[in-house]
């Protein structure tokens, strides 16, 4: 079985049993809440001009969390569903136009409910189903994966606020 990894941040998806993961996944969206509220004047500060801000990076952690909840739906609904390559660096570049200017108390209740989301269609259906899967373009993800992948992406973006926020705090002192 793949697991979702990555040298950056330490990730490793293999550690996490399915009470673990789930239960680590309806965690994240408290996280994103007390960060957000805790960046103060640096919510929409980007630490550099390529760098996103932390309301930013939480908006797109939302979304990807919704992507998953469609593709975990779909996984646990269809028959090895199939859809067509994903343009995600052009989708990513439309999607995040607004992010700055969202509210972030809104995007913060978004993503806790999309990780609820989440967790609950895991949950609910059991880990005996998670090797269900759904193909993207010619790449195949069961939904153990996607559960891995969703919670990485989002505990690698709140490193990645945290990061910034400190060199943010760093430079006004």
């Known amino acids: 079985m793949d697991h979702e990894q990555c040298a950056a941040c330490g990730f490793d998806g293999s550690e996490y049993?399915?009470?673990?993961l789930l239960d680590a996944i309806r965690g994240l969206g408290p996280q994103w809440i007390r960060l957000l509220l805790e960046a103060g004047d640096e919510l929409r500060l980007r630490p550099a001009p390529e760098t996103w801000s932390a309301l930013e990076y939480a908006a797109h952690s939302r979304d990807v969390t919704a992507l998953h909840v469609f593709g975990v739906e779909q996984a646990l609904t269809v028959d090895?569903?199939?859809?067509?390559e994903i343009a995600g660096e052009e989708l990513v570049q439309?999607?995040?136009a607004s992010y700055a200017a969202q509210d972030p108390g809104v995007v913060g209740m978004e993503l806790e409910d999309e990780t609820g989301k989440l967790a609950d269609l895991a949950q609910e259906s059991g880990p005996t189903s998670w090797s269900r899967g759904i193909t993207i373009g010619d790449s195949r993800s069961d939904v153990r994966l996607l559960l891995e992948h969703a919670l990485h992406d989002s505990l690698h973006h709140l490193v990645d606020v945290e990061n910034g926020?400190?060199?943010?705090?760093?430079r006004s002192h």
């Open 17 to 20: 049993e399915p009470e673990r």
């Open 80 to 84: 090895e569903p199939r859809f067509p």
């Open 165 to 170: 926020l400190a060199i943010l705090r760093a």
């Open 94 to 96: 439309s999607a995040s």
